[in-house]
Every structure is written in C-alpha cells, then in structure tokens.
C-alpha cells in the first residue's frame, strides 16, 4: 500500500515538474517574443497554454485520488494539498504570459520607436518561477526563502518601469496606446512575480505546515 | 456517518456563503471609495482582505477533512474539489479589490479634474460575484450560465473606458499618472469579472462534472 503511495508521490512530483517547465516555457516564449517583437512566435502560446490547464486538471485529479484513497497524514498530507493549490498558481502563471502575447500580438510593439526595456525584469521573475519550481522538486526551503527575497527585487523593477512610462506619458509621447499597453506588460510581470512567491510559500508550507499567502 | 458527512456539507456551504459575503463587501467597500474618493475608507480593506484570507484556509480545510475522512463520490465529491477551487476565485476577488483600494489610498484621485466612470463597470462585476456565489448556494446552473453571458458586458465596459483613458493621454492631459492608475483600476475590475465566470464555471462542474476553465 505504501509502495503505491509513494509511487503516485513521485508521479505528482514528475507531473509538478512537467508542468513547471510547461510555465517556464510560457514566460521564455513570450519574453523573446516581446524583446524581438516576434509576433508570430506570441500567436502560438495558446497551444501551451490549453496544455497548462490540461495539467493542472490532471494534477488536481492525482491529488485529489491521493487524498481520498490513501487518506495521508503530516507531511504527505501536506505535500499535496501544497500541490493541489500551487498548479493554480502555476496556471495563472500561465495566463499572465497569455495576456502579454496577447499585447504582442497586437503589434504596436512593432511600430514602438523607442522600445522599453523588459530584460531585467524577465529575467528576474523567470529565475523565481525557476527557483521555486525547483524548491518544491528538492523540498529545499533555503531555495524557497530565496525566491521570496527577489520579491522586493522585482517591485522596484516594476516600479522603475512604471516611472519610465509615466515619464514618457507627461513628456507629451504620441505612443500614449503603446506606453498603456507597457504598463500592463509591466504589471503582468510582476505579477508572476507574485505567483512565484505563492509557490515558494506553498513549498514552505509543505516542509513547516505553516503558511501566509499574502499578495 | 452520513448524518455527519451532510452537516460538514452544509457547514462548507455557509463557510463559502460567508466568504462570498465578504468578498462582496470588499469590492462594495471599494466602489464606495472609489466612486467617493473615500481614501479613509479605502484603508480599512486590509482587515477585511486578512478576513478573506483566513477564511480561505478554514474552508480548505473543511474541505481536505472531509476529502480524507469521508472519501466522497459523485457530486459530492465535485462540490467539494470545485469548494477548494472557488475559494482561491474568491480571494483573488477580495486581492483585485485590495489593487484598486490601494491606488485609491495614494490620492491621486481627489486631485483629477475629470473623473472617469467607473459606475456600470463596477456594478457589472458585482452582480457577476453576487449572482456567481448565489449560483453555488443553490445548485442553480441557469444562473451560473448567466454569469458567463456577462462576461463580455464587462469585456465591453473594460474597453470602452480603456479607450476614453487613451483618448485623454493622446489629447495630451497633463494627468498621465492618474490614468494610468485608472486603466490599471480597469482592468482589475475586469479580472474580478474573470474571477466570477471561473466560479459560475466551477458550480457547472459541481452540478454536471465537466469543467472547461479558460481566462
């Protein structure tokens, strides 16, 4: 019995895995979209997007057989219930990708004289997506308390954007539909940010049983 | 055991009622200071969101006991999965509102000139709460279709105001900053818009067992 259980352990922890990298996926996909302007590349995250649910749905249901038929306890217990709150994060991850392919799609971004600068704040939430993904495959909390400290990292980004476009925005810029749709990207970022500290709380929880999600 | 098994049932469905209320209240409570420019009001949505949050955890909680300890079937079981998804809807409706309390809460707002509309939108999106949550205290499937229908009034709203905003920074208003929090103010009440279809969608999945959650 306990042979089994183990067995579905590591299968939900493959399947967390998988879809991690589906996420990660998302984000890379659309940050080279958004710095080379690829619109074409941006139409095609809807197919990685519809496999990012399709995975959560099927982790929610290995989670969910988990608990019903083999009734853990402790830290299994936790574990899973971990899990089965992190794919919506991990989904929402998703979306927020989707919503700036979208932008890209539109294509303003290709008219965009003078392009804003994203690179540093990808790269930032891409590492904690990565990091806390990480952190739940290795039960490693140090690596979770990490991510949550890249949090303030990825604000003053957010922020220092935000002002650029403020900026730009006061200073008279005929882009004013461009620079909107920055601001939203922007936000998007940050976004992903925040789900990525949700994780790394959920991996904290899953090790301590203590938890506090606060967006 | 059944006798027991029911009255958990009814005690996670006034848990979900009270929660609904309180997201409710929330987005009233920033509405009214929305509309008002009531900053004072605005900074009391921290205690309630803690309340929201809180109460996520206890109906989780209801929820993974009586997964565990019950191992229910058939519709019981999806009322229970589609409980523990909803809630994760709801707070993200009691954050969105946080989001719009707390650019309210800078005070840009009390110097515009020209205040934008946020009336219809914000009506929109309440009755969509309302009526989504109503939807699952009554195993009523008409009403949550419903729902779903008002997902593109609100889509439409969202768009309308997006545009006014664009108009006004491309006739040059010198209060850039004011309507950029404006569109950001648009768009989360567009997502709690979102929030309110998932959950329209996860009181179909309780009732017929099919799911189909796209944002």
Redesign the interface.
Known sequence: MRAYFDQQLDLLKDEMVYMGGLCEDAIQLTVDALLNGDIKRAKTINNMMSQI?QQE?SI?NIC?KL???Q??VARD?RTI?AA??MV?DMERIG?QA?EIAEIISVGNIEQATDKVDFQKISDAVSNMVHMSLQAFGDKDMELANEVLKYDDVVDNLFCDI?GD??GR??S?S?E??Y??DM??ID?YFERIGDHAVNIAKWVNFSITGE?E???
Chains 1, 2 share one sequence.
């Open positions: 649910s749905r929610e969910l608990l019903m038929q009734q853990p217990l219930s089965l709150k919506t979306i989707c935000r476009l403020i925005l006061k008279g005929n004013a539909e620079l909107m601001m939203m936000k938890i999600i606060v967006e």
